[in-house]
T-cell receptor, first 115, second 117 residues
Framework: GDSVTQMEGPVTLSEEAFLTINCTYTATGYPSLFWYVQYPGEGLQLLLKATKADDKGSNKGFEATYRKETTSFHLEKGSVQVSDSAVYFCALSEGYGGSQGNLIFGKGTKLSVKP | GAVVSQHPSRVICKSGTSVKIECRSLDFQATTMFWYRQFPKQSLMLMATSNEGSKATYEQGVEKDKFLINHASLTLSTLTVTSAHPEDSSFYIC?????????????FGDGTRLSIL
C-alpha cells in the first residue's frame, strides 16, 4: 500500500540555520502531497501542499517540491526561527479508489530551534 | 478561513464514563470528517471517516461499538467513546474536508486530550 517515510528526529538547529526535512513516498496512483505542522498541545495545521509533479508548495518561508522521479517532497526553509519549533508531518492523499482523499502520514519530525 | 473547532480540549473522567467530543467546521461545509488518535510521540492513526448523513467507515481494528461517530450535518461530527477505560486515554483529533478528491486538504481541530482515571 501507499506509505510515507520521513527522516527521524529530533532535529535541533540554531536560529537562522538552514532546514531540510526529508520525505519520500510510495504510491500506486497520483497522490497529492502535504506538509502539516503540529505545535505543542495543538492539532495539525496545513503548512503547504502540491498536487502534481514539479509543483512547488510554499508558505511562511517553507518550500517543498513534488519530485515524481525521486518520489520525494522534502521540506526546506532558508532561515529557521525559534517559533518554527514544532513537529512536522509529511502526508500523502491517495488519488483514487475507495480511500480517495484519505491522508497517510509519516511518523513526524520534531524540530527544535535554539536562540 | 477553513477553521475547525474541536470541543472539549481536555477531559478527565472516571473509568466507565462515556465521553462525547464535538468537531465543527466553522466557515465551510464539510462533506467528509475524519477522526484520528495520536499516541505520545507518534503519528496520527486514522480511526474512521464519516460522510454527512451516512454511516462512518471504520479502519481495521477500531471498534465501532466503542467509538460511536455521528455526522448529523455538514458542519458537525461527534465521536463518543463509550464506557471509557484507561487504555482509551489518548489525544483525539478531528479533521474536515470540503469537496471530494485527493487534492483537497484536511483542516484539523486542536485535538482533545482524554484522560481516563
Amino acid at each position: 500500500g501507499d506509505s510515507v517515510t520521513q527522516m527521524e528526529g529530533p532535529v535541533t538547529l540554531s536560529e537562522e540555520a538552514f532546514l531540510t526535512i526529508n520525505c519520500t513516498y510510495t504510491a500506486t496512483g497520483y497522490p497529492s502531497l502535504f506538509w502539516y505542522v503540529q505545535y505543542p498541545g495543538e492539532g495539525l495545521q496545513l503548512l503547504l501542499k502540491a498536487t502534481k509533479a514539479d509543483d512547488k508548495g510554499s508558505n511562511k518561508g517553507f518550500e517543498a517540491t513534488y519530485r515524481k522521479e525521486t518520489t520525494s517532497f522534502h521540506l526546506e526553509k532558508g532561515s529557521v526561527q525559534v517559533s518554527d519549533s514544532a513537529v512536522y508531518f509529511c502526508a500523502l492523499s491517495e488519488g483514487y479508489g475507495g480511500s480517495q482523499g484519505n491522508l497517510i502520514f509519516g511518523k513526524g519530525t520534531k524540530l527544535s530551534v535554539k536562540p | 478561513g477553513a477553521v475547525v473547532s474541536q470541543h472539549p480540549s481536555r477531559v478527565i473522567c472516571k473509568s466507565g464514563t462515556s465521553v462525547k467530543i464535538e468537531c465543527r467546521s466553522l466557515d465551510f461545509q464539510a462533506t467528509t470528517m475524519f477522526w484520528y488518535r495520536q499516541f505520545p510521540k507518534q503519528s496520527l492513526m486514522l480511526m474512521a471517516t464519516s460522510n454527512e448523513g451516512s454511516k462512518a467507515t471504520y479502519e481495521q481494528g477500531v471498534e465501532k461499538d466503542k467509538f460511536l461517530i455521528n455526522h448529523a450535518s455538514l458542519t458537525l461530527s461527534t465521536l463518543t467513546v463509550t464506557s471509557a477505560h484507561p487504555e482509551d486515554s489518548s489525544f483525539y483529533i478531528c479533521s474536515a474536508r470540503t469537496g471530494t478528491g485527493s487534492s483537497q486538504p484536511q483542516h484539523f481541530g486542536d485535538g482533545t486530550r482524554l484522560s481516563i482515571l
